[in-house]
């Protein structure tokens, strides 16, 4: 046991600081606080529990809902000496019975389980009797049915509060705009007061948006130059994800499909494979990724849109987990809108059929944005950014910008005559002078905002009311059948005290990205010896049977070759080096670093 938390950062982990708000919530969670965590992907969350489960008497319960998940987090640490495991149905008979005799014996720092596990009764009763330092309930979105991937077997760690009033729970997200939220509070009983959010950018991803033309053509030409990375592309159908995959090895990219149509065995050794780098690329359904600790992918391609923002942000965000530069990339085409919103009203549940539209147009809303990508992106989770992200497609090559002043006052006004209790459709009907019986029948047409955008298209009008709420001019209430509302900002764009300008619409599709050159400021490195350094941690994970990023992280290697340690204690100074893994893996890797500098002091 470490003195302090941060002494355990360092040991453990071998990070030298915390970043905000990590030690508040550890702090916090030690002392007995419950917590609730909002937290970009990459961004630490896991630290936020494991620590304080090495600080409090008892073993951490940690539920996550994949079985691939648990075996990345409890890989990883016990490559840095922590004593963890995971409980759940991929084990043996004999290691199951081995992994309850380590819980009992209170030899377990963490323990990882599934929900439906966890809340069997046979399970609590077995809880009960042992010391429990702390429930971590991750991917905590699942549990609200606002979430974007609600999961009924969630909804009863709602007990876990009245089960063990006295035992200290962590709820945390990655994704979770205002409405689910609130709803994940509520359902397991925690207080705002309790919240942490840190915010949601991801600034090393660059987000790029391309009409989508020849789509194969198109990933083809984005995947050129990039055949040693990592990446996942990202189908709407199994069927599409089997092509692709297809196309993708005729054209000799190493590839492989993952979709819920594989078997169990198939979809297993799949991910193995790719996670361990035997396979670069992995076509996929969303039935692929949610956890994934592959902390070297450096892109995500979406061949077809997502159904929502969360959906997309979340995928999107398993590139660059080790904070090195990485790219989204999404091609936009309008015939898969109507394949989407075809699966969504097949729904019998009228409630989630209309919430599950409203994200639906809302990911239509970012695709056609002509503003910068990460603005609204972080504005749909509530957070403003106040200038451009200059890392997106948008901010890399602007479009042209257009003064809207004028007709951005008319459709506020017209918000606002209609009582701020209507959609953006209703909205653009009246100031397009509609017909529409029921238009006239709530006498809209006596409205002095009434067909006073008459001369502008539908579309013109649709770009106008998004970049408003895009930019916190008006609020939509996802909760209140999507009815637009003025905000306080609103106020002296109305009254003639400010002015707005918007991109104009583009009339045809921009370039794909070229590969990330590094920016000023980033970390330059040696190239030849961070390959080398790939392939010492290649053949030690494959020793090991474990992905080559739970023995060191890009980023570690990166600063390896940067930095160049030749001895131990420059080696405990690179991020990610803690006691344990220098004990472990130092020796290989600063004999890798000590002949590098022999070879290249002999050249010079």
């Not at 990882?112 to 979105?141: C, K, N, Q, T």
Request: charged share 25%; with cysteine.
């Amino acid at each position: 046991m470490h003195t302090t938390p941060l002494e355990s950062l360092k040991k453990i982990f071998g990070y030298p600081t915390f970043r905000p708000p990590q030690q508040e919530i550890i702090e916090g969670l030690i002392r007995g606080e419950d917590a609730f965590v909002l937290m970009p992907t990459g961004g630490g969350k896991s630290l936020c529990y494991q620590i304080p489960a090495l600080h409090r008497a008892g073993v951490g319960i940690v539920v996550s809902p994949l079985i691939s998940l648990m075996k990345d987090q409890v890989d990883a640490l016990v490559a840095c000496g922590v004593r963890a495991a995971f409980y759940n149905s991929s084990l043996k008979s004999e290691e199951a019975r081995r992994v309850l005799a380590l819980l009992h014996a209170e030899e377990l720092d963490l323990l990882y389980v599934a929900p439906e596990r966890l809340m069997s009764e046979g399970f609590v009763e077995r809880l009960r009797e042992i010391p429990i330092a702390l429930f971590a309930i991750d991917e905590a979105h699942c549990i609200s049915q606002w979430g974007h991937d609600f999961r009924p077997e969630y909804a009863k760690l709602g007990q876990l509060r009245q089960l063990f009033p006295d035992i200290p729970l962590i709820a945390l997200t990655a994704t979770a705009e205002p409405h689910t939220r609130k709803d994940i509070l509520a359902r397991l009983g925690l207080t705002p007061s309790q919240c942490h959010v840190s915010g949601f950018d991801r600034p090393n991803i660059r987000y790029t948006v391309l009409e989508k033309l020849k789509p194969f053509a198109q990933l083809v030409t984005f995947l050129k130059g990039r055949r040693e990375e990592a990446g996942i592309v990202y189908c709407l159908s199994r069927k599409r994800v089997e092509k692709v995959t297809e196309q993708l090895r005729e054209a000799g990219f190493s590839a492989a499909s993952y979709h819920a149509g594989l078997p169990a065995a198939e979809r297993q050794r799949v991910q193995e494979d790719f996670l361990k780098d035997d396979v670069q690329i992995i076509v996929a359904t969303v039935a692929f990724g949610m956890g994934i600790d592959k902390s070297n992918i450096r892109y995500v391609v979406h061949y077809d849109i997502p159904k929502n923002l969360e959906s997309y942000y979340q995928e999107t965000g398993r590139a660059g987990r080790d904070g090195l530069a990485s790219e989204a990339l999404l091609l936009f085409g309008y015939g898969d809108i109507a394949l989407a919103r075809g699966l969504i009203e097949n729904s019998d549940n009228a409630e989630q059929k209309r919430i599950e539209l409203h994200k639906l147009n809302t990911m239509v809303g970012f695709a056609e944005a002509l503003s910068c990508r990460r603005q609204v992106l972080l504005g749909y989770f509530g957070e403003r950014l106040s200038e451009d992200c200059g890392n997106c497609d948008i901010c890399l090559n602007p479009p042209e910008l257009i003064e809207v002043t004028e007709d951005a006052r008319k459709a506020l006004s017209c918000v606002f005559r209609v009582d701020q209790r209507f959609g953006v459709g209703h909205v653009i009907e009246v100031l397009r002078g509609s017909k529409k019986e029921r238009l006239l029948q709530l006498g809209h047409n006596r409205l002095s905002t009434y067909g006073i955008g008459a001369d502008k298209s539908q579309e013109y009008w649709g770009s106008i009311l998004r970049h408003l709420v895009q930019q916190g001019y008006l609020e939509q209430d996802v909760g209140n059948y999507s009815v637009l509302k003025l905000s306080e900002s609103a106020r002296p764009l109305l009254r003639g005290e400010q002015t707005l300008s918007m991109a104009k619409p583009r009339a045809k599709a921009v370039a794909l990205p070229k590969a990330i050159r590094r920016k000023p400021g980033e970390l330059e490195y040696n190239q030849e010896l961070f390959a080398r350094l790939r392939t010492v941690r290649k053949a030690m994970a494959d020793a090991a049977g474990v992905p080559p990023f739970v023995i060191f992280s890009d980023a570690a290697l990166a600063e390896m070759a940067a930095h160049l340690p030749t001895n131990n204690e420059a080696f405990l100074r690179i991020h990610g080096v803690g006691a344990h893994k220098l004990e472990r893996y130092g020796a290989d890797f600063l004999g890798e670093i000590q002949e590098f500098c022999k070879t290249t002091a002999g050249e010079n």
